[in-house]
């Protein structure tokens, strides 16, 4: 049988790690397959070699696998800051980025992590930075920039799809 290889392993590898963080869920199906790594044999510094955390994470699990069983590997709730946008607020947000920027008097045509802090700011007096207006765009599942097609035309009148992103 042909061993069968994974393009770009280094930048994969940096991924997959990305993806089993973004959730809940996948961080403790993430320490489920170590614990279990460990049931086949494997040590804490080979388990950790293979999922990419550090032994002492590794011991932990076990620690509190053995003290709490799968509950143990689950995340506990994290207190945090209060958003500043309840949900009222937020499907307002959404309707006004589902418009032009323009109609509300910027000059970009574009909604970004910018245009936002300042709309948010301007109409609603919350102050949310850059950064934390992209994590909004993300929630919202909007994008920042989408592909807009243009046709243009030449001077022989022959037609021509342009892709911008804007």
């Known amino acids: ?4 290889e994974i393009e770009n392993v280094d930048i994969m590898k940096v991924a997959i790690q990305q993806e089993i963080a973004r959730s809940e869920d996948s961080r403790y199906d993430h320490r489920l397959h170590g614990v279990f790594l460990l049931c086949q044999g494997f040590s804490c510094p080979e388990v950790s070699k293979i999922l ?16 709490n069983g799968f509950e143990g590997l689950r995340e506990e709730k994290r207190s945090g800051r209060p958003s500043v946008i309840d949900r009222t607020i937020l499907n ?13 008097g910027y000059t970009q045509n574009i ?5 936002l ?9 919350i102050k949310l930075g850059v950064r934390q207006c992209q ?8 994008l920042l920039r989408k592909p807009n097609t243009v046709t243009a035309k030449s001077d022989d009148g022959a037609k021509v799809d342009l892709k911008f992103n804007k």
């Open 1 to 4: 049988m042909q061993r069968l």
């Open 52 to 67: 990419g955390d550090s032994p002492r994470i590794i011991e932990y699990w076990v620690k509190e696998f053995n003290e």
């Open 92 to 104: 307002n947000i959404e309707s006004d980025l589902r418009q032009n920027p323009g109609s509300f």
């Open 111 to 115: 909604w970004d992590g910018k245009i």
């Open 117 to 125: 802090s300042l709309h948010l700011k301007e109409k609603y007096d």
């Open 135 to 142: 994590r909004l765009f993300n929630k919202l599942e909007s």
